[in-house]
Structures are given as C-alpha cells and as structure tokens.
C-alpha cells in the first residue's frame, strides 16, 4: 500500500514539474515574455522624456547654528584612547 502511495506522489511530482517545464519553454510564452520586456523598454523611454523639469526652490533653506559648536568645546574631553596607552 505504503508503495502506491510512494509511487502516486513520485508521478504527480513529475508531471507537475515536467508541465511547468513545457509552460515555461514553450514557445508562446517565450513570445510573451519578449513582447512584454519590449512594451516595458518603450514605455519607459516615453515616460522618460516627458518628465518636467522643476525649479530649484532649496536655496537658503539651512541655516547653520554656530551654537553646537560652543557646546562641544564646553563639554569635557573624552579619554578613551588614552585607556589604550601603554604607560
């Protein structure tokens, strides 16, 4: 019994990959794929050259805060390479 069984699956397991071989070498579908990969490469360009351009408006947006500066100089120095030094 244990043997059909084993048998069963071992034989849907190949037709499964074996129609899955076919569907996807088969010459219909390489057709697809082609037709698809050259619609996608045109569409692109089209919309690629129908982009607008837009105005740079970021000018002095950022302003630098000399503040943070004069805090680390208050802050203490750190030490930790010293920890590495041979004495």
Known sequence: MYRFVDLFLAV????????????YSSNKNIKNVNL??????ENLKSQSTNLPILDNDTNDVIEFNSSFSNE??????RNFWNLLKIK
């Not at 849907?12 to 569907?23: D, E, H, K, Q």
């Not at 698809?36 to 490469?41: E, S």
């Not at 680390?72 to 120095?77: H, L, N, T, V």
Request: net charge positive; glycine share 0%; charged share 25%.
């Open 36 to 41: 698809n990969r050259l619609n996608i490469q």
């Open 12 to 23: 849907i397991i190949f037709l499964f990959f074996f129609i899955v071989y076919n569907y």
């Open 72 to 77: 680390i100089e208050k802050e203490k120095k």
